[in-house]
T-cell receptor, first 114, second 113 residues
Framework: DTGVSQNPRHKITKRGQNVTFRCDPISEHNRLYWYRQTLGQGPEFLTYFQNEAQLEKSRLLSDRFSAERPKGSFSTLEIQRTEQGDSAMYLC????????????FGSGTRLTVV | GENVEQHPSTLSVQEGDSAVIKCTYSDSASNYFPWYKQELGKGPQLIID?????GEKKDQRIAVTLNKTAKHFSLHITETQPEDSAVYFC????????????FGTGTRLTIIP
C-alpha cells in the first residue's frame, strides 16, 4: 500500500483551457473525496464517491467541474474553461468506513491558471 | 452548514514547551473531530481524532479534549520538538469520519530551538 497518489503534482495552464487531475486511492478504500485548498485556508469539500457512485457535491463544484470514478477505483477531476480563481491545491482523500482510521490524503495537485 | 473556527492563526513556542490550539464548531450534530498536520508541499496527515462520546484522548505527546456543551475542542502538544513545526488543522463532521469534513483555517506552529 503506497498511500493515496495524485497526478500531476503541479499543473500550469492558460485561462480557458481544460485540465484533468487523477487520484489513485488506497486500494481497499471504497470512499474517495475531493477537496480544494487555497493559500492560507483549510481544505474545502468538493465531492465524494462511495465506490463508483457520486454521493454528494458541494455548491463550490460549478458546472465547469466534473468528477468521475468509473470503476470504483481511481478518480478524475476535470475543470473546463479554467479561470484564475480556480488556482488552488486540489486534494484527494480516501477512507474505508468501519476501519476507524479516518481519511488518508494525497499530496495534492497544485493548479496555477495564468 | 457547519462552521469551524480555529485560533490562534500562528503560534511560536520554545522547544520543550507545550502548545495548545483551540477550535469551536457550530453544528451540535457534529460528532467526529480530527486534527491534521500539514507540512509544506504535502497533503494533510491525520494525527489524532476524537468522537463525541469521549471527552479526552491521548497519544504519546499529543492529546485532544472535547467539550460538547461549549462546542469546542483543543489540541495539546507537550514537549514540543522542531519536527512539530507545521500547519495544524482541526475539522468536524457528522458521522464517524466518513463524510465531508469542515476544516478550520489552520494554525502555523513554529518551534523555536
Amino acid at each position: 500500500d503506497t498511500g493515496v497518489s495524485q497526478n500531476p503534482r503541479h499543473k500550469i495552464t492558460k485561462r480557458g483551457q481544460n485540465v484533468t487531475f487523477r487520484c489513485d486511492p488506497i486500494s481497499e478504500h471504497n470512499r474517495l473525496y475531493w477537496y480544494r485548498q487555497t493559500l492560507g485556508q483549510g481544505p474545502e469539500f468538493l465531492t465524494y464517491f462511495q465506490n463508483e457512485a457520486q454521493l454528494e457535491k458541494s455548491r463550490l463544484l460549478s458546472d465547469r467541474f466534473s468528477a468521475e470514478r468509473p470503476k470504483g477505483s481511481f478518480s478524475t477531476l476535470e475543470i473546463q474553461r479554467t479561470e484564475q480563481g480556480d488556482s488552488a491545491m486540489y486534494l484527494c482523500a480516501s477512507s474505508f468506513p468501519g476501519q476507524g482510521k479516518g481519511y488518508t490524503f494525497g499530496s495534492g495537485t497544485r493548479l496555477t491558471v495564468v | 452548514g457547519e462552521n469551524v473556527e480555529q485560533h490562534p492563526s500562528t503560534l511560536s513556542v520554545q522547544e520543550g514547551d507545550s502548545a495548545v490550539i483551540k477550535c469551536t464548531y457550530s453544528d451540535s450534530a457534529s460528532n467526529y473531530f480530527p486534527w491534521y498536520k500539514q507540512e509544506l508541499g504535502k497533503g494533510p496527515q491525520l494525527i489524532i481524532d476524537i468522537r463525541s462520546n469521549v471527552g479526552e484522548k491521548k497519544d504519546q505527546r499529543i492529546a485532544v479534549t472535547l467539550n460538547k456543551t461549549a462546542k469546542h475542542f483543543s489540541l495539546h502538544i507537550t514537549e514540543t520538538q522542531p519536527e512539530d513545526s507545521a500547519v495544524y488543522f482541526c475539522a468536524a463532521s457528522i458521522n464517524f469520519g466518513n463524510e465531508k469534513l469542515t476544516f478550520g483555517t489552520g494554525t502555523r506552529l513554529t518551534i523555536i530551538p
